[in-house]
């Protein structure tokens, strides 16, 4: 449910990890470092660690990652139809 939202969020931008929670409501701390760890995993994510004070972390897509965008488009694409068609169904109905 959440690792494709994660990667269109951050096919947009590199964020930190509060930037992605408030991207995300609904998303609990945990959930989210588990996906982002998953997606760092299969190397479609990249996590770089700041060591500054404060230290911070970003997230960015890797060349992998990158390179799923076009399928995001195209599942972002499908659905804008999927609403069209499905919602204009509904108002014949009605």
Do not use: D
Request: hydrophobic content about 40%.
């Amino acid at each position: 449910k959440w690792k494709i939202l994660i990667l269109w969020h951050l096919s947009q931008n590199t964020m930190r990890f509060g930037e992605l929670m408030r991207q995300l409501p609904g998303i609990t701390q945990a959930t989210l470092t588990n996906q982002l760890r998953s997606l760092e995993e299969n190397q479609l994510v990249h996590r770089e660690v700041f060591l500054e004070v404060p230290p911070h972390v970003e997230y960015s897509l890797t060349e992998l990652g990158r390179a799923f965008c076009p399928v995001i488009e195209s599942i972002a694409q499908w659905g804008k139809h999927y609403i069209q068609v499905v919602g204009h169904q509904q108002e014949q109905n009605e």
